[in-house]
């Protein structure tokens, strides 16, 4: 995945949690803050699905728990 | 069969072992042998239940292969298997419950039908519905009939549980370096079973006898005991429960299958939400990803307020799932409205509450909400809150605690007392079972 699509990635979770972006990489875990909580995770999600149009099933949006999970998936 | 027996343990498990490690030997096949297994072993309790597991089956394999024929009606076809299930389980648990509801509102009288309520049907729908909705979302992209009978059938998991995937359990059955003898393996799940069965046959056990004796005279209940009672109970159902999924996790690791994590400490909890992602964790990830996700992003605008009742609305669901009695709504109503508080909190107010503060909030709210749980009647359930929180009893400090024969025979039985201080050591100061596993050597 190249970098721009690293920084949207990034760029949708800081907007859907408040955290800033400047703390969010590749190794953020869900669990490192709590502004990650459960409803930012589906509207991230959500997010993530139009900008990459690409399905995330329900299931999945509970298993994509950190940056680098998300990127992996969506590189598949 | 129950885990804990004699015919289990002493010949259903060795003979499954010898069978599923020798099964090579013989040129036979261990899936096809651990479903006749499982068969035996469900049918062990009431052989007439097995024709409503073996229809339920049969129907979602068929389902499942119609979604993946990729015909135009796959979502119909999911909608109607997720309905049929949900309908076989109110048909079986809840019809009862349904019609002493209606003749009570309506003042009808409509005849109860006493269905026979058919042994782990709550815990084989809901996986049999997260399978169907992983074959539509072509996380599943092919189905034998052998693969799916055993991932519902496998036994170990079959009445209580953890609830597992499909995708998680396959690829472990027909890996063949699992159907032969691993040592770590064995000796590992021998450990973990037999942690388990201490836990069920030992402090379960011991405890729930004072706690059935309690709940039976609640009327004689006083401050103290009924602090007791609680207590005893929070303690009796973690190691009943965990110690039942200890076994089953102990006795699949046996046979090379690691079953997932359900319970992970949950009493060291320091908040609700915590506590769920700690106590039933794969029922908390059913609801999770089957009934919460779906309905929040279904929603145009997701936010704190929708997401609220949404969880309101799961826990609901949870506490009716555990059982037909208002009890049990309760019970879900309590934690679900539980979660609010702690995600309101978590959200709006910033101040931090020290930890243990946080765990005594949490320990005592978990613990008032099991009384909900364990009494057959609401309104007993209300007594027994109610004389915990009565300040006279409090008062009356020392006539009631020398006075109360149920607090007497708590202090005149020794092996109650270790049991019970053990208990509350085991699960809030030791790591739990499962990290054995995780261990690498």
Known sequence: MNEDKIKDIIKIISKNTGIDKDLIDKKTLMTDFPQWDSIAQVKIMVELEAKMKKKISTSKMSELKSVLNIIKFLDK | ?441
């Open chain 2, 1 to 441: 069969m129950l885990f804990y027996t004699l015919p289990y343990l002493a010949f259903f498990l060795p003979l499954c072992l010898i069978l599923f490690y020798f099964a090579k030997s013989f040129k036979l096949d261990n899936k096809l042998i651990l479903i006749i297994l499982s068969l035996f072993f469900y049918s062990w309790w009431n052989i007439y239940y097995l024709p409503v597991i073996l229809f339920s089956i049969a129907i979602n394999y068929y389902l499942s292969n119609k979604i993946l024929s990729k015909t135009n009606n796959q979502k119909k076809i999911l909608l109607f298997g997720i309905i049929l299930n949900i309908l076989i389980l109110v048909t079986f648990k809840y019809i009862d419950f349904i019609i002493e509801n209606l003749n009570l509102i309506f003042l009808l009288n409509i005849q109860l039908l006493n269905l026979p309520f058919p042994l782990a049907i709550s815990f084989f729908t809901f996986q049999s519905i997260a399978f169907l909705v992983n074959v539509y979302d072509e996380e599943i992209l092919s189905v034998k009939a052998k693969d799916f009978f055993l991932f519902i059938i496998f036994f170990p998991q079959l009445i209580a549980g953890p609830i597992v995937k499909y995708n998680h359990m396959m690829p472990q059955f027909s890996n063949k370096k699992n159907w032969f003898f691993n040592e770590r393996n064995f000796r590992i799940g021998l450990i973990v079973l037999f942690i388990g069965f201490i836990k069920k046959v030992y402090f379960a056990d011991s405890l729930s006898q004072f706690v059935d004796t309690g709940y039976e005279n609640i009327s004689e209940l006083d401050f103290f005991s009924s602090w007791l009672i609680s207590l005893s109970f929070t303690f009796q159902f973690y190691f009943d429960f965990s110690g039942y999924v200890d076994m089953a996790t102990g006795s699949a690791l046996m046979m090379n299958i690691i079953l997932p994590q359900n319970f992970n400490s949950p009493y060291k909890s320091t908040s609700i939400i915590d506590f769920w992602q700690r106590w039933h964790m794969t029922l908390t990830q059913f609801l999770t990803n089957h009934i919460y996700n779906p309905i929040l992003r279904s929603l145009k605008k997701i936010n704190f307020i929708n997401s609220m009742f949404i969880t309101l609305f799961v826990f609901l669901i949870a506490g009716l799932w555990h059982g037909p009695s208002w009890n049990f709504v309760i019970f879900g109503a309590f934690h679900g409205l539980g979660l609010v508080t702690n995600h309101f909190y978590k959200n709006y107010i910033k101040f931090q509450i020290p930890k243990f503060i946080s765990w005594f909030i949490t320990f005592n709210f978990i613990n008032i909400s099991f009384i909900f749980f364990r009494s057959e009647e609401i309104s007993n359930s209300f007594i027994i809150i109610k004389k915990m929180f009565n300040i006279k009893h409090l008062i009356n400090f020392d006539s009631n605690l020398f006075n109360n024969e149920y607090f007497l025979s708590f202090i005149g039985d020794l092996n109650l007392i270790i049991c019970f201080l053990l208990s509350v050591i085991i699960s809030l100061c030791f790591q739990n079972s499962y990290k054995l596993l995780l261990k690498k050597k």
